[in-house]
């Protein structure tokens, strides 16, 4: 069955003219490396590949090839020859309710992912819960297609299994994602320079803002969960990008002795972001409740409308723009 569509998928994309590829509206590692990756392919096929990106891409990623296919011009969407669209580790249906509208044709869709909360959007899915990430998908859908990936696309696919798996540390890494990894080294990919970009080169400033929220690590007894936050004033006082501090939910997951964890960050359009953390519960089911996605062990929701406030207690909790919560 999963041969049958990945050999179904693969020809979509052979057959496609005027394909254009689509990141998560969040970019991250992931949808990234996993688009790019099938870029290059389609490239070395001879075939002409756009990609649209409602967010630029942040500076860590700078090292990946292909960026320059990337654009943020929505006309990208209103070419009337588009004759394809897919969807890199998206399952956010209001993103791909937006995409749609946006279109002038009607392409086909294809939508490669694997998070539990994706709702199988397109016209071809390939979804596999299992996968630690996307770019291992990808890799097998390649794999059941007789397709070796080029060292580009090599380093790509493993920029997005090194970012959802947190550098092979998470609950996520799995068997399947060594075996991929060391395939992806095999043709080329380069470990240290794809770990680094995801974990390193912090600047002191960003560290600075992660010293305050590790000031405020709060333990919940009730519920065994330990939170933190992070707000709009933090991150102006100490003049850093929402991007540059990304990546603190993961590394106190993987330091912290706590099984849950809940990291509380004001956007900067006006809500509160919260990206969870568990070794040991399903936590996309409460994510999904609040409108949210992700996976079992990593998910995460935003409330728009609303802020961080502290008590007169000195607890911090989230407020609507109109009531308290
Ligand atoms: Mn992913």
Partial sequence: MEAT?????YQKFLEAKHPVLLLDDHIDGDSLGS?????????????TVRIYTTQPIPERYQFLPHLHLCSLDVSVLKDSSIDLIAFFDCSDVVFFK????????????????????NPLFGHYNYVVTHASA???????????????????????????LCFDTTSF?????????????????????????VVRSIIAD??????????????????????????????????????????????????????????????????????????????ARDISKMAKLFGGGGHKKAAGFTIPNSYLSQDETGEWKVVFRTKAC
């Fill in 35 to 47: 688009c790019l990756a099938m870029a290059d392919h389609l490239l070395s096929l001879g075939k």
């Fill in 98 to 117: 937006h995409i749609m509208d946006s279109l002038s044709t009607q392409p086909v869709i294809i939508n490669i992912d694997h998070h539990t909360t």
């Fill in 202 to 279: 912090r600047s002191i400033s960003a560290l600075r803002v992660w010293g305050v929220a590790l000031e405020r690590l709060r333990a919940h007894k009730t519920y065994g969960v330990v939170s933190t936050f992070i707000t709009r004033a933090d991150i102006e006082t100490h003049g850093v990008s929402d991007e540059e501090v990304d990546g603190l939910a993961n590394f106190l997951h993987f330091v912290s002795d706590a099984h849950t964890l809940f990291l509380l960050k004001e956007t900067g359009d006006g809500g509160v972001k919260t990206s969870m953390r568990s070794t």
């Fill in 5 to 9: 569509r990945a050999k179904q998928i």
């Fill in 134 to 160: 996307t770019a291992a998908v990808l890799y097998s859908i390649f794999h059941q297609n007789n397709v070796t990936p080029s060292k580009h696309a090599a380093n790509c696919l493993l920029t997005g």
């Fill in 169 to 193: 540390t998470n609950d996520a890494t799995d068997q399947q994602a060594f075996f991929i990894a060391s395939e992806l080294i095999k043709l080329g990919a380069r470990p240290q320079q």
